[in-house]
Each structure stands twice: as structure tokens, then as C-alpha cells.
């Protein structure tokens, strides 16, 4: 996807090891469709070259405030002007401290004051030792460049190039292009707390066999993120699927619909927002073989005994914060025929405002859906695209129906 069409980013670094980091995350901006104008410090220029950042962005890199390359020679003005955000990264202690001071004895501090503070945005992908991070005076800068308006992304966490451990890493390449997604996204779910079941159940029958089926868990990751990336607390309860967690979001790993519910019930209680896209098992074996069932001489298959699962969606539509609206809930309806008809008497049969229809046989696995949008208003249909396009749609649906985000 071609994420960042159209937006042009002001990718600053500042002095530290990292400084290797940020030669990937300019092709990951530049993969997603961003322009990108690349502004070094002096001690940056001592971690990696202009000349790299210069083949990797496509411009001519820029490092002196004394630059004459500028037909105004105002550069800070200029490129300042021209971007639709500031991302700095890495961004040093040192650097830090000279932003908290409004100090401009170079190009990047001196655009960065010089910025227009209502138009242009500025990200901050903090790097440093983990006594630098964690000593009092960096927090105290942190808190000031926070009140002062600016985003100061997470810091990660681990082996660190002077060879301690702990926290003061940059995030990785990726992790910062997803950060700087999230940020472009509109902040409809702000205070809403949603929880999100995902994936498949796996209902054991006996223990190296069981009951499963083919969804992916794309989807209800994906609207994790998108949640997320809209500003709200997320929980995610996840069958089993091998799926990387979206940045920001707390997730519950279950197998059986059993442990699905238990996860569920956790948190129900603070939660807003209930969307339940797992695709639960209806049946589970009624008890599970302790030991492996073993092939008789009969050659007669065993006969398995099911028993049916709980239904948490509607377990959940049905309590008291469910029925009185306090609690938000919508389901999905995996069909293979009928989609509107079934979509409709589902929705009713569960007892939720909205419920999600989509042709399982054409989504499973996929990372492409189309959905139908079934309330008791009617109907209405998200075309074919992406599930993160998609899940980003329906967050901005859900977000309008609760009252809480314009629609976009
Ligand atoms: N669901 C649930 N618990 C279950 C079964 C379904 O929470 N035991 C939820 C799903 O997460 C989805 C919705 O109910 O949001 C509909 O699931 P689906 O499998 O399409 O419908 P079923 O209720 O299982 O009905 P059927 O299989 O007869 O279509």
C-alpha cells in the first residue's frame, strides 16, 4: 500500500548509533510513496554519510544552516515550510536538551524552531544509552518536549550498542513507519477502550488432534491496529494464529472458545467497544482423550461425542452493559451464500447493533475483504480492498455510531 502517497517528511538525525536505522526507515517512507528531505547534524555525519542518505532519499542531503544550495538561503524556512511532518530519528539526548532550550546554532534546531508549530508535526525517536534515557534530566526534557507539543515515540528495549541492556533503543525501522501511520490517522476512538477477539478456536479432541478451521486472524488484527492507531486502549484476544501483535496493543493468546470467553470476561468490564471477528468453533469435542486415540483393528472410526461451545458475542451482547448500550458490540457473520439475508437475521439472532457480513471462502487468509455493514437501518457496503483499509473504514463507522469521531 502506498501509504504515505503524497506526504512529504522532514527526516532528521542527530548524532548516535542509530543513525544506521535511519538509512532503512527512509527507503520504508519512500517504499510507502513519501517524499523525503533528509537534514543531518554534524554528529550525524559521523554515524553514516550524506552521500547515503542523499542515493536513499533522492535529494541532496543538507547539514549547514550555512547552505547556499537554497535560493533564498533561508533553509530552515524552506524545508520547514514545505513538509507535512518532522520526524527526528535518532534524536539524541544532546539534541533533545537543545529543543527543550529553543537553541538554533544549527540547521535541524533551527528548523525545528522555526517551524510553523500548527502545521508542522514533530516526531521524536528518542536513542541513547539506558542510564542516559532513564537520568533525570532526559525525563524532565521528555516531559517538556511533550507539553511543548511534541510526539515523543516509545523507546525500545534491549541489548544496546555499548553493550548494556535495557530500555533507550530506537525503535526499528518499521516500528517508527508504523508510529508515523498511526499518527496520520484520525483520533476518533480517543478514551474508548475496545476489545477484539481474533483468529480461529482450536477445540482439542485429543492431545495432538483437533478441531479448527481456516480463518487467518488478519482481519481482527488488523482492526486492532486500526483501533489503535485511533487512538484507543485495545485489547485483543487471539486464537492461534502466528500474526505479529500492532504496536500499542495488549493481547491474550487462547486456544479453546473456553479460554476465549475466560480472556474475554477479564476485560469486558472496562471496555466500550466489544468486536468480536473470531471465527469460533460452534462445537467442541465433549471431552477430551488424555492420551492419543489410537486405530483399532475394527478399523471403525471413534465416535466423538460434541457438545456446543459458548456463544460470546452473544454472552456478552446480552449483559446488562450490552442491552443498555453502555457496551458497543459488533459482530461478523462468515457466510457462504445469502450474505445480506443472513447477515440480517444473524444480527438479530445475536442481539448487537451492527453486525459485519463478509463471504468466508473469499476472505479466509486473504489480507483483501469486502464487507456488508448490516444495522437496523439497513445496509451498507465497504467495496473490496485492503483488511487494513477496510478495518481503518469500519473503526471510522463504529467511532460515528457511538457518537465519538465525525465521519470522515
Ligand atoms: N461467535 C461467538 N461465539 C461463538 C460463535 C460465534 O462469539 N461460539 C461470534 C463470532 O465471533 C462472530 C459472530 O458470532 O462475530 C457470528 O459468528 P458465525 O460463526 O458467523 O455465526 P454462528 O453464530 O456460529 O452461526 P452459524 O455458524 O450458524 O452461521
Redesign the pocket.
Known amino acids: 500500500m502506498n501509504e504515505l502517497a503524497g506526504k512529504h517528511i522532514l527526516l532528521g538525525l542527530t548524532g548516535g548509533i542509530a543513525c544506521y536505522k535511519a538509512a532503512d526507515l527512509c527507503r520504508a517512507l519512500i517504499k510507502q510513496g513519501a517524499t523525503v528531505q533528509v537534514v543531518m547534524t554534524q554528529a550525524a555525519a559521523q554515524f553514516i554519510t550524506p552521500v547515503t542518505m542523499q542515493a536513499l532519499s533522492q535529494r541532496p542531503v543538507y547539514d549547514s544552516q550555512w547552505d547556499s544550495r537554497a535560493d533564498n538561503n533561508m533553509l530552515h524556512i524552506t524545508l520547514s515550510r514545505a513538509a507535512d511532518a518532522c520526524l527526528i530519528a535518532p534524536a539524541s539526548a544532546d539534541f533533545m536538551a537543545k529543543l527543550v532550550q529553543g537553541r538554533a546554532d544549527d540547521l535541524l534546531s533551527l528548523l525545528c524552531l522555526a517551524r510553523p508549530l500548527a502545521r508542522l508535526p514533530l516526531l521524536l525517536a528518542p536513542a541513547m544509552n539506558r542510564e542516559m534515557w532513564a537520568h533525570p534530566a532526559t525525563q524532565r526534557n521528555v516531559a517538556q518536549l511533550l507539553a511543548d507539543g511534541a510526539t515523543v515515540l516509545p523507546v525500545g528495549q534491549g541489548e544496546q550498542a555499548c553493550g548494556e541492556t535495557g530500555d533507550g533503543r530506537m525503535l526499528e525501522a518499521l516500528e517508527l513507519l508504523d508510529e508515523l501511520l498511526a499518527f496520520f490517522q484520525p483520533k476518533t476512538l480517543v478514551g474508548q477502550h475496545v476489545l477484539i477477539?481474533a483468529g480461529p478456536t482450536y477445540e482439542a479432541i485429543d492431545p495432538v488432534r483437533g478441531i479448527t478451521n481456516l480463518s487467518s486472524g488478519k482481519m481482527g488484527f488488523a482492526l486492532a491496529r486500526a483501533a489503535r492507531e485511533a487512538g484507543a486502549q485495545v485489547s485483543l484476544v487471539a486464537g492461534p494464529v502466528s500474526l505479529d501483535t500492532p504496536r500499542g496493543v495488549q493481547r491474550w493468546n487462547v486456544r479453546s472458545?473456553d479460554e476465549?470467553?475466560a480472556a474475554v470476561n477479564q476485560e469486558i468490564a472496562s471496555a466500550t467497544v466489544f468486536?468480536?471477528?473470531?471465527?469460533?468453533?460452534?462445537w467442541r469435542p465433549a471431552a477430551a482423550m488424555a492420551q492419543k486415540i489410537k486405530k483399532t483393528p475394527t478399523g471403525l472410526p471413534p465416535a466423538i461425542e460434541f457438545v456446543?461451545?459458548?456463544?460470546?458475542?452473544?454472552?456478552?451482547a446480552q449483559s446488562e452493559r450490552g442491552r443498555s448500550g453502555a457496551l458497543y458490540c459488533?459482530?461478523?457473520?462468515?457466510?457462504s451464500h445469502d450474505l445480506l439475508a443472513?447477515t440480517q437475521a444473524?444480527r438479530v439472532?445475536?442481539g448487537v447493533p451492527l453486525?459485519?457480513g463478509n463471504i468466508?471462502p473469499d476472505t479466509f487468509g486473504r489480507d483483501d475483504n469486502a464487507l456488508l455493514l448490516v444495522d437496523a437501518d439497513g445496509s451498507s457496503e465497504l467495496p473490496r480492498n485492503a483488511k487494513l483499509v477496510l478495518a481503518r473504514q469500519l473503526i471510522t463507522e463504529i467511532a460515528h455510531r457511538i457518537g465519538v469521531g465525525a465521519r470522515s
Open positions: 477477539t472458545a476465549m470467553l468486536i468480536a471477528c473470531a471465527a469460533v468453533a460452534d456446543e461451545n459458548p456463544d460470546i458475542l452473544a454472552t456478552v459488533v459482530g461478523f457473520a462468515a457466510e443472513q444473524k439472532r445475536k453486525l459485519v468466508g
